[in-house]
Antibody, heavy 122, light 108 residues
Framework: QIQLVQSGAEVKRPGASVKVSCKASGYAFTGHYMHWVRQAPGQGLEWMGVIHPTGERTMYEEKFQGRVTLTTDPSASTMYMELSSLRSEDTAVYYC???????????????WGQGTLVTVSS | SSELTQDPAVSVALGQTVRITCQGD??????ASWYQQRSGQAPILVIYAKNNRPSGIPDRFSGSNSGNTASLTITGAQAEDEADYYC???????????FGGGTKLTVL
């Protein structure tokens, strides 16, 4: 079955960077884009960006441009999300989610990682 | 503010029908998908494309689309349906995705 397993919780100081991993299994890794979504405590879901499995294409939400970097290691079936210049407002659970599409008008996220809590605190 | 607008909270009596709506211009061009998130858990997909349910999602969940509005309907709500529900679609520019603000469903 499809599994997305994320790395463990992190505690970071303001100004630092964090890198979260998402290891995929149970499907052809190069067949699906991967999205990253975050959720601050008590808040809704927020889309951050998406990456082609080979890394040849990325798209980022404008508010994260310049601070977020999505990368991939196809040899390890693993994708990464790195967020830099952390501030307290970046405290959130970060999720990876697998993209599926059946046309030019329909996309969805059919499998999600378990989430990684990133806490930014001095 | 989100490009997709949802009511923050909705309630339904056990066994009754509830509709959760999602409005946004991008829905004129792109289908919405719907996610259920129970407290402390990762979201799960409940409706995708025009009106499709992943394996394991009960048939009391259905979706519909009209103009700039997508709807998630639960026919015969159960206690276990109490959760937050989020819609998602590509954004109006087509180069990003966006979630609605979420609707907290309470089953009375």
């Amino acid at each position: 079955q499809i599994q997305l397993v994320q790395s463990g919780a992190e505690v970071k100081r303001p100004g630092a960077s964090v890198k979260v991993s998402c290891k995929a299994s149970g499907y052809a890794f190069t067949g699906h884009y991967m999205h990253w979504v975050r959720q601050a405590p008590g808040q809704g879901l927020e889309w951050m960006g998406v990456i082609h499995p080979t890394g040849e294409r990325t798209m980022y939400e404008e508010k994260f441009q310049g601070r977020v970097t999505l990368t991939t290691d196809p040899s390890a079936s693993t994708m990464y999300m790195e967020l830099s210049s952390l501030r307290s407002e970046d405290t959130a659970v970060y999720y990876c989610a697998r993209d599926v599409s059946d046309s030019s008008s329909s996309w969805w996220f059919d499998s999600w990682g378990q989430g990684t809590l990133v806490t930014v605190s001095s | 503010s989100s490009e997709l607008t949802q009511d923050p909270a909705v309630s339904v009596a056990l066994g009754q029908t509830v509709r959760i709506t999602c409005q946004g211009d991008s829905l004129r061009n792109f289908y919405a998908s719907w996610y259920q998130q129970r407290s402390g858990q990762a979201p799960i997909l409940v409706i995708y494309a025009k009106n499709n349910r992943p394996s394991g999602i009960p048939d009391r969940f259905s979706g519909s689309n009209s103009g700039n509005t997508a709807s998630l309907t639960i026919t015969g709500a159960q206690a276990e349906d109490e959760a937050d529900y989020y819609c998602n679609s590509r954004g109006s520019s087509g180069w990003h995705w966006v979630f609605g603000g979420g609707t907290k469903l309470t089953v009375l």
